[in-house]
């Protein structure tokens, strides 16, 4: 696009930065959080992600202005809610990596959480996209947690999403119809 | 208790000031935080406060430093999880008001987001404990929105928590048993 001379200059440089820095392989929690959107409008699901945890160091409270601050790990998943009256959790990444997911991606207090979660009885899955092919794949916690209580290996590789996942198709809206999936299961019908 | 002279000064003063700021009026998040934890610990509920929502304006993404940020506003309540394989959503608030509790603490998405949780079947209600009485109450959604559909008043009177709410005894551990209240309702057995 060709702006005129000094136009671009409106926009604040550091509100430029911090928008690519947002964007840089955030896609699939933008397309999340638009389906998440698209079920709370059709009054489908009430899904929603989870603020990032941080520590607040210096604050001035009469302006509400938080001057130093880091960022914390979860202890949780990203997103949870209800959808058909049961409990909803789970994680999305992506990776750039293109034989499958490394597991150091998900840490390890959260996979005590997805542990509890499954016993618990709630429904708890991973979301994770493989860029580089553009596929994006659900995988229940119960053969997540049998892969990670199993395996050695760092990286859960493409073909156990493939066998023991479901790809979500991409779609115009909802972008990523994750709750289709979980209908499809039988455990849930 | 006594310090020899200068032994206080090997805490920041920033850090002091925070402190004293976080626990003004966070009592009833820390019995909160407490009991979830004993929960969690028994393998009873997981139930978690969500991290409260923060606009990032100026990050240093090396040093993983936010150096500006803001407080917003949550679109949902503060806790939600499972227990007995149901959705459980709730709100905590704590009043120096003698009368009731003032309704502007509970701002408009979040009683939109009550009413959304209420319809879709989750456990869903509020914890307010009037500090000056040391009185903490539930009430269900329930009871909540028919008195904000039908009531004009901008106070909830202790009254109607006295009439359609629980009162949550003070124990030793954990501090605030509210599933014991669930438990004891009868649409929940």
Not at 37 to 64: H, N, Q, R, S, W
């Amino acid at each position: 696009m060709n702006y005129p001379n000094g136009i671009k200059k409106l926009k604040p440089t550091f509100n430029q930065k911090h928008i690519d820095y947002q964007n840089r392989g955030m896609n699939l929690e933008h397309d999340l959080n638009s389906t998440n959107m698209y079920y709370i409008e059709k009054e489908k699901a009430f899904i929603y992600k989870k603020p990032t945890p941080i520590k607040l160091v210096k604050v001035d409270y009469k302006k509400g202005r938080i001057n130093e601050a880091y960022f914390e790990m979860p202890s949780t998943t990203d997103y949870n809610g209800i959808y058909k009256g049961k409990y909803i959790d789970f994680e999305a990444k992506e990776t750039i990596n293109q034989k499958g997911f490394p597991l150091i991606n998900i840490h390890k207090h959260q996979i005590e959480h997805i542990r509890n979660i499954d016993k618990a009885g709630g429904v708890c899955f991973l979301i994770v996209r493989f860029t580089k092919m553009n596929e994006t794949y659900l995988l229940m916690s119960k053969p997540f947690l049998e892969y990670i209580d199993n395996a050695s290996k760092s990286v859960l590789p493409i073909s156990y999403f493939k066998e023991k996942g479901h790809l979500i198709k991409e779609k115009f809206i909802p972008r990523v119809d994750y709750l289709e999936i979980i209908d499809s299961l039988e455990e849930f019908k």
